[in-house]
């Protein structure tokens, strides 16, 4: 994944924010320090440069003062969730630095415009639960022991499921940019914890809408033998099911097979409506594809977004991807997405730009927006300011969506974060049929 060319090959907006983002990053990342990356904690003051990757030396300097606002950190350096986890890491330390300087990208018109957060510098922490739920109790702790105003989980939704009653412990409101596990915002244990990516449930319901629109009664699916992809299959063929669907397929390939030929056909005598494609490697969605190609399966075909998160698979399977569909939450067109995208490419040019770091860039501008609605750091003014936020705009899903929670409804995403995108000359590409809940 660790490719350059970002998704999408985002239009790169030269904004004044860009401008300052490009010219002058590093004083905050290089004079505000790191995670320590040799143990469990850590701490920087509004930018930084991460273990997780180099980054160029270029950040605006401060404009808030006074004591600092502490929003505290649960990373994976190691675990399961440690891929995207320390990708967030390296966009809060961007988004901190350019808050502190005064930039609030696509949110300007939703905060106040003093630097930081109501005028004080953002101070980050950072725990390492190593992706372990056990350990995730521990760190979360930890953090509010240190002093953390408001707790980001970016770690693997098991793990954020235990850190939430620590929260709720505590009353330190806490958010998780990135999980998409349902029951994180469902009690027990749920009064404090926020989530900003659409839930499993919500992608499955607009697939399932997707798949009526187009007539679809008859569905196959194709994934590799890897529990975690079963499981996935089984929340899909659940949904379509219930919809009224019938799965007339489930063609599994066996761990450490290079040929799926077998499978393709058997695929293809099953003779589907559609094709849901499960695979996560590059290797094995490439493999899919070319072989799909090569055996002349004209079965139209759905990936998981594991397929938009990876762009090194559209250089393997290059054209053999055309006519591809994947239900995702990107917009290639939205303005809000490029903000997020130049902004991070400023700090990290060889890296990609996943639509975690948007969510990861929403979740820090919200809390300043709540807690300058509070006008405290007090968590449960905090947590009820959270909770009353409409209408914040959003660096990811379809151009002008925009995040809305409720005391009820802890997460702010709706059907408008959902966006399919089709594979034209091995790219993607905002589908022109249809959009879930339009």
Same mark, same amino acid.
């Given at each position: ?15 004044? $924010? @860009? ?10 990342? *290089? &004079?505000?320090?790191? /995670? #320590? %990356? ?20 270029t ?6 003062s ?27 330390? $961007? @988004? ?5 300087a005064?930039?609030?990208?696509? *949110? &300007?018109?939703?905060? /106040? #415009? %003093?630097?930081g957060?109501?005028?004080?510098p953002?101070?980050l ?32 939704s ?13 009353r @330190? ?25 659409p ?6 319901e ?30 899909w ?63 139209p ?5 594991a397929l938009?998160?990876?762009?090194a698979?559209w ?8 006519g ?30 996943l ?24 968590g ?7 909770a ?46 249809f959009?879930?809940?339009?």
């Amino acid at each position: 994944m660790g490719l350059a060319e970002p998704p999408w090959r985002l239009r790169h907006v030269r904004t004044v $924010l @860009v401008v300052v983002a490009t010219c002058l990053v590093a004083v905050a990342l *290089a &004079a505000c320090g790191s /995670s #320590d %990356k040799g143990g469990d904690s850590g701490t920087t003051a509004g930018g930084g440069s991460t273990g997780a990757g180099s980054s160029i030396d270029t950040a605006p300097p401060s404009r808030a003062s006074g004591d600092p606002i502490k929003i505290g950190i649960v990373e994976d350096r190691s675990g399961p969730a440690a891929a995207y986890s320390q990708l967030e890491v390296d966009m809060g330390k $961007l @988004v901190a630095a350019q808050m502190d300087a005064g930039n609030f990208l696509y *949110a &300007a018109d939703a905060v /106040s #415009d %003093k630097p930081g957060i109501d005028g004080r510098p953002v101070e980050l922490l950072y725990e390492d639960d190593q992706g372990n739920p056990n350990l995730t109790v521990l760190r979360t702790q930890k953090l509010v022991d240190r002093g953390a105003d408001a707790i980001i989980l970016t770690t693997q939704s098991a793990a954020t499921l235990q850190g939430r009653v620590v929260c709720e412990k505590a009353r @330190v409101p806490c958010i998780s940019p990135a999980n998409s596990n349902s029951t994180i915002t469902e009690e027990p244990n749920n009064d404090y914890i926020f989530t900003v990516a659409p839930p499993i449930t919500m992608l499955s319901e607009g697939l399932t809408e997707a798949f009526k629109a187009q007539g679809y009664k008859t569905v196959g699916f194709h994934l590799a033998d890897d529990p975690s992809q079963q499981a996935l299959t089984d929340l899909w063929a659940d949904g379509f099911e219930r919809a009224g669907m019938e799965i007339v397929a489930r063609e599994v390939l066996p761990a450490g097979a290079t040929d799926n030929t077998s499978q393709l056909l058997r695929l293809q005598k099953a003779d589907p409506d559609v094709i849901m494609e499960m695979s996560a490697p590059p290797s094995a969605i490439t493999q899919f594809y070319q072989s799909r190609q090569r055996v002349g399966l004209d079965t139209p075909v759905w990936s998981s977004n594991a397929l938009t998160a990876q762009p090194a698979t559209w250089k393997l399977a290059g054209s053999a991807l055309d006519g591809a569909l994947v239900m995702d939450s990107y917009d290639p067109d939205n303005p809000h997405t490029q903000q997020a995208a130049d902004l991070y490419h400023a700090g990290f040019p060889d890296k990609p730009f996943l639509n975690t770091l948007s969510q990861m860039t929403d979740t820090m501008l919200l809390l300043k927006a709540a807690i300058e609605q509070a006008g405290s750091t007090d968590g449960t003014a905090v947590r009820d300011a959270l909770a009353g936020i409409r209408g914040f705009p959003s660096g990811y899903g379809r151009a002008g969506y925009t995040l809305a929670f409720s005391p009820e409804n802890h997460n702010g995403a709706s059907k408008q974060a959902l966006a399919i995108v089709e594979f034209k000359d091995a790219e993607p590409h905002l589908w022109d049929k249809f959009q879930p809940g339009s």
